[in-house]
């Protein structure tokens, strides 16, 4: 975990490797208000390959593991984590956590 970061990557990364049947669905709108981000912030993030929320049409629609993952970056992001870094964690082997 990097120091002074508020979230543990292994929990974060199992919950958002735990399914996602049967879970509550959020708007992107509705994660960009709750984070304080902008929609244009969290389409950018899936750009990326930080988020891969559920696409029907036009429309994305996110799970509670997407939502963990989407605190996540925001909090790493404003502790001044780079997206390459946060993705790197993300993408490392749990015993190298």
Request: charged fraction near 25%; avoid cysteine.
């Given at each position: 975990?990097?120091?002074?970061l508020?979230?543990?990557?292994?929990?974060?990364?199992?919950?958002?490797?735990a399914g996602?049947?049967?879970?509550?669905?959020?708007?992107?709108?509705?994660?960009?208000?709750?984070?304080?981000?902008?929609n244009?912030?969290?389409?950018?993030?899936?750009?990326?390959?930080?988020?891969?929320p559920?696409r029907?049409?036009?429309?994305?629609?996110?799970t509670?593991?997407?939502?963990?993952?989407?605190?996540?970056?925001?909090?790493?992001?404003?502790?001044?984590?780079?997206?390459r870094?946060?993705?790197a964690?993300?993408?490392?082997?749990?015993?190298?956590?």
């Open positions: 975990m990097h120091p002074g508020p979230l543990n990557i292994s929990s974060v990364v199992h919950s958002l490797h996602r049947v049967g879970m509550i669905r959020y708007s992107i709108g509705e994660l960009a208000s709750e984070f304080s981000l902008t244009r912030t969290l389409r950018f993030w899936e750009e990326a390959d930080l988020v891969s559920i029907r049409g036009q429309s994305r629609i996110y509670e593991a997407d939502r963990n993952w989407v605190r996540a970056i925001a909090a790493w992001s404003a502790a001044g984590l780079t997206l870094e946060i993705k964690m993300r993408d490392m082997p749990v015993a190298e956590r």
